[in-house]
Each structure stands twice: as C-alpha cells, then as structure tokens.
C-alpha cells in the first residue's frame, strides 16, 4: 500500500506545474484525498481535498483560484494542477488517502521550489 508523488520541480513565479500522485496496493476511489505542504521551518499545511467522487473540493484561502485538485480513479491517481506560482508555493508537497476507521496513507512528498 503506497502513495508516490511526481511531478515536482524548479519553476519561476507565476509559472504552472501539476502534481500527480498515483497509487498502488489499494483502489483510491473509496478514499477521500488530500494534498498537503511543509515549508521549511514551517507547519505542515493542508492545502485541498477532494471527496471519492471528485465532486467536492476544498482548498485553503492561500491557494484558493489558482490550484485545483482533480482525480482519475480509473488510473487510481489524483493531481493537483498549480497555476500562479508563487515563492510562498515553496515546499513539499504530500498526497494523503484518508478513509474513515482505517489509517491514513501518506506519499513522501515532492519538492516544489518557487524561485526567481
């Protein structure tokens, strides 16, 4: 039972990239998925969510109108589409499968790097 996330990378501000996070030892469609951060120095921040069905999502004020979480669970990955970079978009990024009454599962992270 795995998480890995790809995708991330060394981008300028204001530029775009899309993580992926793909799953392997279990079906992520019954799960509930998250992405989260850490910044260096920095809380682990929870950044969206989005429910089995990819109907609801939820984001946090500070990435609110430029990242969207989106998910394929034919391909039992979930992404998250960043636009607008910006410097405080610096951190690693977590994928997290989240299912009631069972641990949650968590990938180890891709570093995102915001800089001009």
């Known amino acids: 039972v795995q998480l890995v996330e790809s995708g991330g990378g060394l981008v300028q501000p204001g530029e775009s990239l899309r993580l992926s996070c793909a799953a392997s030892?279990?079906?992520?469609?019954?799960?509930?998925m998250r992405w989260h951060r850490q910044a260096p120095g920095k809380e682990r921040e929870l950044v969206g969510t989005?429910?089995?069905?990819?109907?609801?999502?939820n984001y946090a004020d500070s990435v609110k109108g430029r990242f969207t979480i989106s998910r394929d669970n034919a391909k039992n990955t979930v992404y998250l589409q960043m636009n607008s970079l910006k410097l405080e978009d610096t951190a690693v990024y977590y994928c997290?499968?989240?299912?009631?009454?069972?641990?949650?599962?968590w990938g180890r992270g891709t570093q995102v790097t915001v800089s001009s």
């Open positions: 030892g279990f079906t992520v469609s019954s799960y509930t």
């Open positions: 997290v499968a989240v299912r009631s009454f069972l641990p949650n599962v």
């Open positions: 989005i429910t089995t069905t990819g109907l609801t999502t």
